[in-house]
């Protein structure tokens, strides 16, 4: 038996399946053998390039179809607003409270989360980690001090920084502030850069 780490044959018999086709419609319409087609779909043998670029035409797909990652339709994280889970962050330290929003099961290219400053803290210490952070100000009046920057951010602002950067967020509106934080890794970041060459 072929070993591979793409199931073609099984991706070409879910297509055939799909499309209400018989082997012996796809043998016809290809002109091979229905016996080869059922080989192929049992990934007893390895379709050459001009067999599977038949057997793609008659399915309707591109032949890169069959060498593309499989999508798994039930790989998503739904959170409610009632059902979002407190999560312990470097910022915890600082007084923020971190609400994790949804996220992708076993995927550490980003994070997200809804950020709530308490107004009234007055150790204003930088931290700083690695990667890179999105922010955008949901609720509420904040000063963010990126080394030795000040920026003022009211609702609606949004700003993106090297998380290498020492930076502190305050909440200066009376009442505590929320910001939307996505933090992506800057490994990660370096991997997905590269890949895309």
């Known amino acids: 038996m072929y070993d591979m780490n793409i199931n073609i044959g099984g991706r070409i018999k879910k297509l055939r ?3 209400n086709l018989t082997l012996q419609d796809v043998a016809m319409f290809t002109g091979f053998s229905k016996a080869l087609i059922s080989q192929i779909e ?4 390895m379709p050459p390039i001009s067999t599977l670029a038949k057997i793609s035409k008659v399915l309707n797909v591109k032949m890169t ?6 999508i798994d339709y039930k790989d998503y994280y739904f959170v ?22 949804a996220h992708i ?6 994070e997200t989360f809804i950020v709530t400053i308490e107004p009234g803290n007055e150790k204003k210490k ?8 999105f922010m955008y100000l949901i609720e509420g009046k904040i000063i963010l001090y990126l080394n030795n920057e000040i920026i003022t951010m009211n609702e609606g602002d ?15 509106s009376g009442d505590s502030s929320k910001i939307l934080s996505v933090r992506m890794k800057s490994q990660d970041i370096k991997e997905i850069i590269e890949q895309s060459k």
């Open 65 to 70: 179809y069959f060498f593309e990652e499989e």
């Open 126 to 133: 930088l931290f700083s980690h690695e990667g890179y952070e």
């Open 17 to 19: 399946n799909d499309r």
């Open 105 to 110: 099961k076993d995927n550490d290219i980003f």
């Open 42 to 45: 049992n990934n007893l043998v």
């Open 158 to 172: 949004s700003i993106a920084f090297n998380s290498k950067i020492p930076h502190y967020a305050e909440s200066v």
């Open 80 to 101: 409610k607003k009632d059902e979002r889970q407190n999560v312990f962050k470097e910022g915890a330290k600082h007084g923020y409270l971190y609400e994790e929003l």
